[in-house]
């Protein structure tokens, strides 16, 4: 956590360089920071921050490609003639426990569109998914476990 004040705030000195506090120039900030504290990492501890960071990278370029991919998908599939939905409810067992990690996964079901998480069993160990592609239940769990659940997994882990 250290880490990442402390390359917020050499984000924040970079801007207030430049001149112009604005998104684009604390991002570059932000790439600058990261790059100097890794060069110096010796000096600002034992920490998982460089590790975290590129996952976090990862994973974010990820859902936007999932989410473009989906829009798309349910775009296509609204302004045809033909129909191609084919709705149903999935049962996806859960890998992940904790609450943070069940309630990120739904979250990010729901901003998903064609996806939603309807329900968690009381042990948590299954979540219901209402998807409104489903031509293989198997092909959909394994692109939920494979995609969204593996990468939360990584990144609490």
Excluded: C
């Excluded at 604390?26 to 920490?47: D, E, K, S």
């Excluded at 990120?104 to 409104?132: C, E, Q, W």
């Amino acid at each position: 956590m250290r880490a990442l004040v402390l390359n917020l705030v050499l984000a924040l000195v970079w801007a207030g360089f430049i001149g112009e506090i604005t998104p684009s120039k604390l991002a570059v900030g932000f790439i600058f920071g990261y790059l100097l504290m890794w060069w110096l990492r010796r000096l600002v501890g034992r920490t998982t921050y460089f590790e975290k960071v590129p996952q976090i990278l990862s994973f974010t370029l990820f859902f936007i490609k999932e989410f473009l991919h989906s829009n798309l998908r349910v775009a296509r599939d609204v302004i045809s003639l033909k129909r191609n939905s084919r709705p149903g409810i999935v049962a996806v067992p859960l890998d992940i426990r904790s609450d943070f990690e069940i309630t990120l996964l739904a979250t990010l079901l729901a901003l998903t569109p064609g996806t939603f998480a309807m329900d968690v069993s009381n042990d948590r160990k299954t979540m219901y998914i209402h998807a409104m592609f489903v031509t293989d239940p198997d092909l959909l769990r394994k692109s939920i476990k494979d995609g969204l659940e593996r990468r939360i997994m990584e990144l609490f882990r």
